[in-house]
């Protein structure tokens, strides 16, 4: 079995010539003993592993890929693979899809104490890692991958190399920072607008004439196979996941109604919060909160969008230009930085600045008497003051 897996390996590795590394791979610490790496379906896991993979070879290492959805290896006992591949000199372990193997962590649990092997691993979820029953938390270390930001979709397309920027930095030097990059042989605003509609996903490239398609497909596939494999929702439930989808895409982030929602889902208000919260786990939705501590602070969130504006122009009929600009400086805040919602601007980057987003002929009326307050206005391509233009937030990683 080990020998058909090193076949299959050598021949997968040759169909990967992606040698674009995302934001991820250098912050990753690979002398770590078990590591995981998870994020939602087509953001580039696989290929991250097999680049590590090509490092590993190169550097001498004893490597195995194994996707854990290969149909041949359905019954195989993962913990007996494993030990012959430490037996024969063995020493470094990429797994793919472990979520497709059953009861994984117990078995990642087993590997990680019986063998002096290193681990990387990839997963749809966060939840299941991190489980207490998979006592897991201790062990690895867990590293998010979100989708490109503008940053990487320019330069995938253009070849480049760019800077990223704290929102600290692109708050106070916005000017500064939009004119270097706004000199570059590409119209700024076009690029930005292309990217919000489909730059999100890598697979974009490779699929252009089919993107839309290939994005439902994947919307599919995060609720039908990845979360009904980790045991979040039964399988004959997840066509009530799908018209949440729908629901929420015909809501405004900023009028939350639960109980609409839960009848226009035909969903019970206890079940809602699960199924939120389970797509939120596959990162089909962002969920932002109120910046509220302690006994006050309450379980449902504040506001809810889908994850990312590739989704929104996929999956809704009619996005608003508000919803849409709000999910895009969502989405790019919030994977690195704290991101609450504002009861006088529209969100609160880090606990500290008021950000209110709108087109480029929003007023300061709604927060010019809040400290180190904002508006973040698209369809200008470099800002004045504290008028900052949108698509400078998607360099922030």
């Known amino acids: 079995m080990l020998d058909k897996i090193k076949k299959y390996q ?29 994020g939602a379906r087509g953001v580039g896991k696989t290929t991250l592993l097999f680049q590590y993979l090509s490092e590993l070879q190169e550097r001498g290492n004893n490597a195995l890929y194994i996707s854990l959805d290969y149909p041949f290896l359905s019954g195989i006992d993962l913990i007996e693979l494993v030990e012959e591949f430490v037996e024969s000199g063995g020493g470094y372990l990429l797994l793919d899809e472990v979520h497709r193997y059953e009861e994984f962590a117990s078995h990642l649990k087993t590997i ?12 749809s979820s966060a939840t299941s890692i ?12 867990l590293y998010n991958l979100n989708g490109f930001s503008f940053k990487e979709y320019l330069e995938v397309k253009y070849k480049l190399s760019l800077d990223s920027y704290t929102p600290e930095k692109v708050l106070k030097d916005h000017i500064k920072i939009a004119k270097s990059i706004d000199n570059n042989s590409f119209e700024i605003l076009k690029e930005f607008k292309a990217y919000l509609k489909t730059g999100y996903y890598p697979f974009y490239f490779d699929k252009k004439s089919s993107y839309y398609q290939n994005l439902l497909n994947t919307i599919n596939l995060t609720i039908d196979l990845d979360l009904t494999s980790l045991g979040l929702i039964e399988q004959k439930y997840t066509y009530k996941l799908k018209k949440l989808l729908e629901v929420i895409c015909e809501s405004k982030p900023f009028e939350v109604n639960y109980s609409k929602i ?10 809602l919060y699960d199924y939120i919260s389970y797509l939120s786990d596959g990162q089909m939705l ?62 609160v980057v880090s606990k500290k600045y008021t950000i209110e987003v709108g087109g480029k002929d ?16 698209d369809d200008i391509s470099i800002g004045s003051g504290n008028k900052i233009p949108l698509w400078l937030f998607g360099f922030l990683y």
């Open 112 to 123: 990680y104490d019986l063998f002096d092997i290193k681990v990387i691993f990839t997963s």
């Open 10 to 38: 050598s021949r997968l590795q040759k169909s990967f010539t992606v040698t674009y590394r995302r934001y991820l791979y250098n912050t990753i610490d690979f002398d770590d003993k078990m590591i995981a790496v998870f």
């Open 286 to 347: 962002l969920l932002v909160d109120e910046n509220i501590t302690g006994l006050k602070k309450v379980q449902k969130p504040a506001k809810i969008y889908l994850n990312n504006t590739n989704l929104l122009y996929a999956y809704c009929e009619n996005s608003e230009i508000g919803t849409v600009r709000e999910t895009f400086f969502a989405n790019q805040v919030a994977s690195h930085y704290p991101l609450h919602i504002s009861k006088q601007g529209d969100f």
């Open 130 to 141: 991190l489980s207490a029953k998979s006592d897991l938390s201790r062990r690895v270390n």
């Open 362 to 377: 929003k007023s300061f009326d709604q927060v010019k008497k809040i400290p180190d307050s904002y508006v973040v206005a």
């Open 262 to 271: 839960a009848t226009m889902a035909e969903i019970s208000r206890v079940k």
